[in-house]
């Protein structure tokens, strides 16, 4: 997978070359290229805004900065193509190829995996897009290629998107409800919820099967050695061998948390049906 990001702060997105998305970058398996928005401004002082239509506070990012911008990054040309791609922070490990796993055994809808629809998906973290959750997660770990746009200011001209729409899938996403100065924390947040489900990142190819969220439900409480510590002990079933037991009590456990701390997916648990009478019954203790 390629990411893009354009933004006037490059330097904030270099945590993207640290940990678990290094890795990724040093195994072959990412590459990401971070572009300065100002490399497409045409006059001397590198203005990227203007005043808004209609008049009110702040600042409107300019169409004829981001159009031509998002059009080079699409491309990879002009001062996107002189943007090298970032390179790890980590210690160099030799490249391994990575597993290859089809969409299917993703288990992703093979129609919606081979739509044929080979437009980079341009994605705008904004307070007022559509909510961004593991779902999209999983639906973007199987693109080639996202690109985010970062506005900063009042937002992006309107116009840049709807011209974009002819080269790339366009979809305004938030993290949830509250604001940020600019979407660039956005982005680190996307991408390592997005990398880490490529296949081959993570090195336990079950470690993400049991994420919160994965089945709707949040995960519940783990432990670890040694089996006393300043006097709590962990709960006995976990030390009792008995694998159906502790699977029942982790699902309890994970029904308990949801329901303390999310009820709303409870709820959506029990619309789909994912609930058995078992479920039910705990939750109704
Ligand atoms: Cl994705 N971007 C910005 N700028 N603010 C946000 C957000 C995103 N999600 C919540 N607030």
Sequence with gaps: MRLDVVTIFPEYLDPL??????????RGILEVGVHNLRDWAHD????VDDTPFGGGPGMVMKP???????????????????DGVLDSALPHV???????VSAQDRGEDAAAASDGDRRPVLVVPTPGGA???????????????LVFACGRYEGIDQRVFDDAAQRYRVEEVSLGDYVLIG???????????VVRLIPGVLGNRRSHEEDSFQDGLLEGPAY?????WRDLEVPAVLTSGDHGKVDRWRRDQA??????????LIEAARARGDLDRQDLGVLGE
């Excluded at 001397?44 to 203005?47: A, E, G, L, N, R």
């Excluded at 670890?224 to 006393?228: A, M």
């Design 131 to 145: 909510p961004f959750t593991q779902d999209t997660a999983q639906r973007w770990s199987g693109e080639d290629r």
């Design 255 to 264: 029904l308990l948390r949801t329901a303390r701390q999310r009820p709303d």
């Design 94 to 100: 030799p490249a391994t190829v990575p597993e290859q």
């Design 183 to 193: 979407g660039e924390v956005a982005v680190l947040v996307m991408a390592e919820a």
């Design 224 to 228: 670890t050695k040694p089996r006393v």
């Design 64 to 82: 004829e900065v981001w159009g031509p911008a998002l059009d080079d990054v699409v491309a990879l040309t002009g001062p996107a193509a002189a």
């Design 17 to 26: 070359r640290h940990a678990l998305l290094g890795r990724a970058i040093e």
């Design 44 to 47: 001397v002082h590198k203005s």
